[in-house]
């Protein structure tokens, strides 16, 4: 699997980004996607994942990103609301086979290159 991440740029503070990641491969819709983040300094937390319309969403950002999917197009999408300065970081998006929306890093076995969000405030 191939992962393949756009949307990401700069932002003012309380603006909203439409992250979208698109997966190569026949079973796409089979996997648990997921969207993780780093800013620099800091290790790589979990903003999002999805899996056969359930999803698990980080504290952080409940109530303001929504993750969704298409599994016609294998593409995932990370609505991103209300920007704060504290979301400015490399967004990564990945796919694993654990069956369930994990938060965890160690069950996606894929990951895509990551796409730059900025938020100014």
């Known amino acids: 699997v191939q992962l393949q991440a756009s949307g990401g740029g700069l932002v003012q503070a309380g603006g909203s980004l439409r992250l979208s990641c698109v997966a190569s491969g026949r079973t796409f819709s089979t996997y648990n996607m997921g969207w993780f983040r780093q800013a620099p300094g800091k290790e790589r937390e979990f903003v999002a994942s999805i899996i056969w319309g359930g999803t698990t969403y980080a504290d952080s950002v409940k109530g303001r990103f929504t993750i969704s999917r298409d599994n016609v197009h294998k593409t995932v999408h990370l609505q991103m609301n209300s920007l704060k300065s504290e979301d400015t970081a490399v967004y990564y998006c990945?796919?694993?086979?654990?069956?369930?929306?994990?938060?965890?890093?160690?069950?996606?076995?894929?990951w895509g290159q990551g796409t730059q969000v900025t938020v100014s405030s």
């Open positions: 990945a796919a694993g086979r654990t069956g369930w929306a994990s938060p965890l890093a160690t069950h996606y076995d894929y």
